[in-house]
């Protein structure tokens, strides 16, 4: 089992920061790959970010690029989010999730977080 915990979000004004955070804990040798997620009410739940854990190979979702950056801290078990310039159109719920693939991008995520809400305001 791997438990994973968010932090961070917020409410900011367009143009804006906000950076991400997600703990994980438990059995974290079973995933390869960590990503954030994220759902806009009555939206389906979009792929934003991925990682390769094994070696901090990165994707990113058109909509981001250039403006989020994901990354790892190994020695606290802990993914970031970094995300700039945001926009209303990223008020969203964002959840980190842990999974395996080989390509993380399309890889199958079995643990969730509660999941974090950012509102970008213009």
């Known amino acids: 089992q791997v438990q994973l915990v968010e932090s961070g979000g917020g409410s900011v004004q367009a143009g804006g920061s906000l950076r991400l955070s997600c703990a994980a804990s438990?059995?974290?040798?079973?995933?390869?790959?960590m990503g954030w997620f994220r759902q806009a009410p009555g939206e389906e739940r979009d792929r934003v970010a991925t990682?390769?854990?094994?070696?901090?190979?990165?994707r990113y979702a058109d909509s981001v690029k250039g403006r989020f950056t994901v990354s790892q801290d190994n020695a606290k078990n802990t993914v970031y989010l970094e995300m700039n310039s945001l926009k209303p159109e990223d008020t969203a719920m964002y959840y980190c999730?842990?999974?395996?693939?080989?390509?993380?991008?399309?890889?199958?995520?079995?643990?969730w977080g509660q999941g974090t809400q950012v509102t970008v305001s213009s």
């Open positions: 990682l390769y854990t094994g070696g901090g190979g990165t």
């Open positions: 999730a842990a999974g395996r693939g080989v390509t993380c991008w399309w890889g199958t995520y079995n643990y």
């Open positions: 438990g059995y974290t040798t079973s995933s390869n790959c």
